[in-house]
C-alpha cells in the first residue's frame, strides 16, 4: 500500500521485503521468494552479494562523495574500466537512466551546433523508453507517459522500429537530423529486439551521413543479454551510449559513454553533477563489472537465458492466449493476447516476482547470478499462474 505521505506515482505490489539473498528475497511476513526481476535489471549480482557488500562498506568507510570539483580515482579507474568493455574513448557519470540521456541528446545537439546545424533533430523510435525527464520524455515513444505534460521537448522525429527505410525517407530531405536515438532490445516497449541486419544499416547510415549513433543500453547493457552490452551482438560500436540500471547494482549510477567527435563535444561548462560518479557509486559500479568477470556472468546469463525460453516453450507449447515468448539472454518476454496486469499479484501467490509492460507482456529480468535450478524454477512456478491466468473467462474490455 503506498502511504499517503508518497506522492501519488506508483501502484505498488503488495508486498515489501527485509532482505535478500541471491535470486531469493525475504517478505516482511516471513515469505521466500524467488525473483525474476532483480529490480527492473539492476540487481544483476543479486541481493547481498558478499564481494560487493564489502566493496560498499569499506568504501562508506573511507569517503563517500567528495564532488567533481577534484579528481576522483575511483571514477577515474570506472571510466577506463567502461571504455576498454564498451571500445569506447570517455564517459560523464550522472545518477540515472534519464540523466544518462540527457547526456547522450545534449552531445548530440552540441555536436550539430558545431556543424552549423541551429535546429537540431534527433531520429527516436516508436515505443522507446529512454525516461522521464523532460527532454527523454518527448524522446519516449509512450503517449501515456507524454500526456499532461506538454509543451514536449522538440527536436525529435519518431519512426517505427526496425524500418531502415523510414530512416532514409527522412535522410532525403532533411538537413537538420544529428543523431539517431535506439535501444538494441526495447524493455519497456515489450522486450522487442532490433534485427542485427537493422543495426548494422544504423550503423552504416550514420556514418555515412555524419550522424552520431547513441545506443541506449540502459536496460540491456552490463551483461543482461549474454554480452557486456547488447550492441555487440551485431558486432557495431555506437557513437554514445546511456548507461545505468545494471551498473551499480542498485546504487543508482549512470553514465554516457562516447567515442570519436562525440567524446570531444563538451568542453568544461557544457554539462556536469554534483553527486555523479562520486567515491562510494563508482567503487559499487567497479567491483560489480569485476565480479561479473570473476564469476563469467555473461556466459551464465546466455546459458540461463536459453534454459529460460527452452522451459517455457515446452511447459506453455499450445497453451492458447500465449503469443510469443522472445528475448535474449536474461532479458525475457511472454506476450499474451490480453491485459495481464493481475499476474504480478497472482506470481506473488507463489512465491514469484515479476512484472508486466505494455499490458500483455510478462517481463523476466532475473538476476545474472541465477543458477540452473533458479532458472527452472522461475518457469515452474510462473508457467502454472500464467495456465490459469488464461484459463479465466475473459472479462469485457474495461
Ligand atoms: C529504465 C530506462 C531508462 C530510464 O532510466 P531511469 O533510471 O529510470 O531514469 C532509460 N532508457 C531505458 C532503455 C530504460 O530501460
Given at each position: 500500500m503506498l502511504s499517503p505521505y508518497m506522492m501519488n506515482?506508483?501502484?505498488p505490489a503488495p508486498v515489501a521485503f527485509t532482505h535478500g539473498e541471491g535470486?531469493?528475497?525475504y517478505t516482511t511476513d516471513g515469505r521466500k521468494m524467488l525473483d525474476a526481476l532483480a529490480g527492473i535489471a539492476v540487481s544483476g549480482l543479486g541481493h547481498a552479494h558478499p564481494k560487493l557488500t564489502k566493496a560498499i562498506t569499506e568504501q562508506a568507510g573511507k569517503i563517500i562523495h567528495t564532488s567533481n570539483l577534484v579528481d576522483i580515482p575511483e571514477q577515474a579507474a570506472l571510466a577506463e574500466k567502461l571504455c576498454k568493455l564498451a571500445d569506447m574513448d570517455n564517459v560523464f557519470f550522472g545518477n540515472s537512466g534519464a540523466e544518462a540521456n540527457?547526456?547522450?541528446?545534449?552531445?548530440?545537439?552540441?555536436?550539430?551546433h558545431h556543424r552549423g546545424v541551429t535546429n537540431p533533430q534527433i531520429i527516436v523510435m516508436e515505443r522507446a523508453w529512454h525516461g522521464r525527464t523532460l527532454a527523454t520524455l518527448a524522446a519516449t515513444g509512450s503517449r501515456k507517459a507524454q500526456a499532461g505534460f506538454e509543451p514536449l521537448v522538440t527536436g525529435f522525429i519518431r519512426v517505427p522500429y526496425n524500418d531502415i527505410e523510414a530512416i532514409k525517407a527522412i535522410a532525403q530531405h532533411n538537413n537538420d537530423v544529428v543523431a539517431i536515438l535506439a535501444e538494441v532490445v526495447q524493455g519497456e516497449g515489450g522486450i522487442v529486439s532490433a534485427r542485427i541486419d537493422y543495426l548494422k544499416k544504423l550503423r552504416e547510415l550514420c556514418t555515412q551521413k555524419e550522424w552520431l549513433l547513441m545506443i541506449d543500453e540502459v536496460q540491456s547493457g552490463i551483461g543482461r543479454t549474454g554480452k557486456w552490452f547488447a550492441h555487440q551482438w551485431a558486432g557495431?560500436?555506437?557513437d554514445v551510449m546511456p548507461l545505468a540500471k545494471g551498473l551499480g547494482s542498485g546504487v543508482p549510477i549512470g553514465a554516457c559513454l562516447a567515442k570519436g567527435v562525440?567524446?570531444?563535444t563538451f568542453k568544461p561548462g557544457n554539462h556536469g553533477t554534483t553527486f555523479g560518479g562520486g567515491p562510494?557509486?563508482?567503487v559499487a559500479a567497479l567491483r560489480t563489472l569485476e565480479i561479473m568477470e570473476e564469476e563469467g556472468l555473461l556466459a551464465n546469463a546466455a546459458r540461463m537465458g536459453e534454459i529460460m525460453r527452452d522451459e517455457f516453450q515446452r511447459a506453455l507449447a499450445g497453451v492458447p492466449g500465449v503469443k510469443e515468448i522472445r528475448g535474449m539472454g536474461l532479458m525475457m518476454g511472454i506476450e499474451l493476447d490480453r491485459p495481464c496486469?493481475?499476474?504480478v499479484n497472482m506470481a506473488l501467490k507463489a512465491d514469484i516476482f515479476?512484472?508486466?509492460?505494455?499490458?500483455?507482456v510478462i517481463r523476466l529480468l532475473p538476476a545474472l547470478i541465477i543458477n540452473e535450478f533458479e532458472a527452472r524454477e522461475i518457469v515452474k512456478r510462473l508457467a502454472p499462474v500464467i495456465k490459469a491466468f488464461l484459463a479465466q473467462p475473459q472479462q469485457a474490455a474495461a
Open positions: 506515482t506508483y501502484k535470486a531469493w528475497l540527457e547526456c547522450a541528446i545534449k552531445i548530440a545537439r552540441l555536436y550539430g557495431i560500436t555506437p562525440a567524446a570531444k562510494l557509486v563508482s496486469g493481475d499476474i515479476t512484472n508486466v509492460t505494455q499490458d500483455k
